[in-house]
């Protein structure tokens, strides 16, 4: 997993309540197990027509925001079924954080193992980074996560709480399956001494 230190790119706005994972990803691009070629299906509903053509009113579809790598999103960001395909795509397309004063459970967790940074902040700051998003070419933000930080484009300074142990997997590049291999060598001693006093259970498996 890539990782995740310091962050400055484009925000797109999405002043929207309860976008759900099926907003984020429809039902019928879930066949894949494949973590890419999703984001072309970001958002679809609401990105594309029935024949295809883009909707111009969409945000990632405006020229300011189609390399956004940030959304600043309303309440309860990645509500609805459990779908990993959701931060996929997310982050597919290339955004790498999601900014909310509220996520739905499941999302937020699969987003850090996935390399994505979801921040809570509070109302007032969300209004706030809200704002700054919707400055067009000009709504870059910078997000700190060694020292838990928001800097908007004039220089405001919004900071956010963060769960230790998520900040270092984010921070070292860490999945489920990073944090088991760093113990690969207490797992060797475990096997070594488990085939040494139960040479039989290898001996059947052999």
């Known amino acids: 997993m890539e990782k995740f230190e310091k962050l400055t790119g484009v925000a797109a706005p999405m002043n929207m309540i309860n976008v759900d994972t099926d907003m984020i990803i429809p039902k019928q691009f879930l066949k894949t197990i494949k973590r890419t070629g999703l984001g072309k299906h970001l958002f679809s509903e609401m990105r594309y027509e029935a024949d295809g053509a883009e909707k111009e009113g969409f945000i990632l579809n405006q020229p300011a925001y189609r390399g956004a790598q940030i959304i600043v999103a309303g309440d309860n960001f990645g509500c609805g079924s459990s779908r990993e395909h959701a931060p996929w795509a997310l982050l597919d397309f290339g955004i790498k954080c999601v900014i909310s004063t509220s996520f739905a459970d499941i999302f937020y967790n699969n987003c850090f193992k996935n390399g994505i940074l979801p921040i809570k902040v509070s109302k007032e700051d969300l209004d706030k980074l809200m704002d700054d998003a919707e400055r067009g070419a000009n709504a ?12 908007g484009p004039d220089g405001g300074e919004v900071r956010f ?31 070594g001494d488990q085939k040494a006093g139960q040479p039989w259970l290898y001996a059947a498996a052999g």
């Open 140 to 151: 870059t933000l910078t997000v700190d996560l060694e020292n838990q930080v928001i800097t």
């Open 161 to 191: 709480e963060m769960d230790a142990h998520r900040k270092h997997c984010l921070l070292n590049g860490l999945d489920d399956i990073g944090l088991t291999q760093q113990k690969s060598s207490k797992i060797d001693d475990f096997e």
